[in-house]
């Protein structure tokens, strides 16, 4: 059976109320876009594609390796972003600040993954980031005063690292259904 699998940081549940109250600020601006849900909050770490049920479970023991030398640690928010820049955004984003152990922690599992044949993972240096909504195609570049306007917003969220998940998502016309599969705890 083929699963859609990724791998991800999950935030408390105060820190996603914050971020939560955030987007409600920032609905007043009517952008074209598409809000992300609570369920769907998450910083990932890599994007694997369709896997296999017995490729699953080796990046389930790469994920326990990567991980099993890391202590928790804390994130938390920064700068709203867009990705791939302002005029041409796909997403909104909020930058993700804090402990240098996050980028150490990927490259653990990078260097873990790339040793499996079936994986292929991205190029670009990795950036945390925490998607807050996907912008529709149509009406973006008449908002331009209010995108400058939305970057005021602060969001102060932070909150403890205590475990990296595998994590399936399962697409559908309403949205994507997520499900972690394998939770790696911290030490």
Not at 18 to 38: G, H, N, S, Y
Not at 52 to 81: M, Y
């Amino acid at each position: 059976m083929k699963h859609r699998i990724f791998i991800a940081i999950n935030l408390s549940e105060k820190a996603k109320s914050e971020v939560l109250d955030a987007q409600e600020r920032m609905k007043k601006f009517e952008l074209p876009v598409r809000w992300i849900t609570k369920e769907a909050l998450h910083i990932t770490l890599a994007f694997l594609g369709y896997l296999e049920d017995e490729q699953l479970e080796e990046v389930k023991k790469v994920v326990e390796e990567a991980t099993k030398e890391i202590s928790s640690f804390r994130l938390s928010t920064g700068e709203l972003d867009f990705f791939p820049n302002i005029k041409r955004a796909r997403v909104v984003v909020i930058h993700i600040e804090g402990d240098t152990v996050v980028f150490q922690m990927n490259k653990n599992l990078r260097e873990g993954l790339v040793k499996l044949p079936y994986i292929r993972l991205e190029k670009r240096a990795f950036k945390p980031h925490l998607t807050l909504a996907r912008v529709k195609k149509e009406g973006w570049g008449r908002k331009s005063g209010a995108l400058e306007q939305l970057k005021e917003i602060k969001i102060h969220a932070n909150w403890e690292v205590k475990s990296i998940d595998v994590m399936e998502s399962k697409l559908s016309p309403k949205g994507a259904k997520y499900k972690v599969v394998k939770s790696c705890e911290l030490k």
